[in-house]
């Protein structure tokens, strides 16, 4: 599942993510991602962006952590965020890994996210 609110990028990475066999579910709103989680939909792997409208993506993954809504998913922060700040309070919620958009093309971004789950499955 990727969550971003940027309609371009979600299309971009979902269309990456699809052709090298994931099935994937996006959500441009942080929100309307809780509700699907929610109601019994169970990622395998969560792309959250930090910087969203209503609820952020730190608070959104802290939720998640809360209510044991996910406990088995793999969570990588996919953000523009690139502050040691950012990453702390990412890393205090337990995520599997931080990628910044803005120093990585898709490409890379595949390769990452495909290390980061090969190495929490080892």
Known sequence: MIVDDDKFLLDMYSLKFSKTGYEVETSDSTDTALKKIQAGYTPDVLLVDIVMPGMDGIDFVAVLRKEKLVPRAIIIMLTNQGTSEDI???????????????????????????KICASKKA
């Not at 599997?96 to 958009?101: A, E, S």
């Open 88 to 114: 702390g309070h990412s890393q205090k919620l337990d995520v599997d890994g931080y990628i910044v958009k803005a120093t990585t093309i898709p490409s890379e971004v595949l390769e990452q996210v495909k």
